[in-house]
Antibody
């Protein structure tokens, strides 16, 4: 079955970096774009952007430029989200989501990765 | 503040019909499809409605979506306790600075 499996929770200090992985299975990885969505504690969903899994070209939403990097390793059907220079306000659950048939048509979603930034 | 506006909460008793609204603008709902996601407590969001009013296989027909102009609605009929969750609308936005947008979410309580 189609599924996205993300890496486990992370606890990082301010200023450090983190890399979250999202491994796809059950479909041709390069046939669908991958999106990233953030959910801060007790808050709603926030679209971070997407990456073209054919070209590797990323598009970042406002507020997610500079410290956020989307990347791929197509040989292992995996997308990555790297966050540099972590801040306390980056504490959130990060989801990857396959873009199925159109913009913001996300199916399925990964299970989420909690990133906690604390000194 | 979210680009799409949803009521923060909604409630109903088992068997009732509940609707959740999602208000946007001409650059998002007015010109693009609307999607709805259900997030059960402690879990990842799940696609509930796509392209305004289509249900993925496996989603009960108690759930229905509609769109008119710059607003959309999710209706849940025959409310069940397991429907207690957060519901989010989403759309693409054609304006220069905003692309994918979500509503702020509506917490549905089954009384």
């Amino acid at each position: 079955q189609v599924q996205l499996v993300q890496s486990g929770s992370e606890l990082k200090k301010p200023g450090a970096a983190v890399k979250v992985s999202c491994k796809a299975s059950g479909y041709t990885f390069t046939s669908y774009a991958m999106n990233w969505v953030r959910q801060a504690p007790g808050q709603g969903l926030e679209w971070m952007g997407w990456i073209n899994t054919n070209t590797g070209n990323p598009t970042y939403a406002q507020g997610f430029t500079g410290r956020f990097v989307f990347s791929l390793d197509t040989s292992v059907s995996t997308a990555y989200l790297q966050i540099r220079s972590l801040k306390a306000e980056d504490t959130a659950v990060y989801y990857c989501a396959r873009e199925f048939g159109g913009r913001v048509w996300f199916d399925p979603w990964g299970q989420g990765t909690l990133v906690t930034v604390s000194s | 503040q979210s680009v799409l506006t949803q009521p923060p909460s909604a409630s109903g008793t088992p068997g009732q019909r509940v609707t959740i609204s999602c208000s946007g603008s001409s650059s998002n709902i007015g010109s693009n499809y609307v999607y709805w996601y259900q997030q059960l407590p402690g879990t990842a969001p799940k696609l509930l409605i796509y392209r305004n009013n289509q249900r993925p296989s496996g989603v009960p027909d108690r759930f229905s979506g509609s769109k008119s102009g710059t607003s959309a609605s999710l209706a849940i009929s025959g409310l069940r306790s397991e429907d207690e969750a957060d519901y989010y609308c989403a759309a693409w936005d054609d304006s220069l600075s905003v692309l994918g947008v979500f509503g702020g979410g509506t917490k549905l309580t089954v009384l």
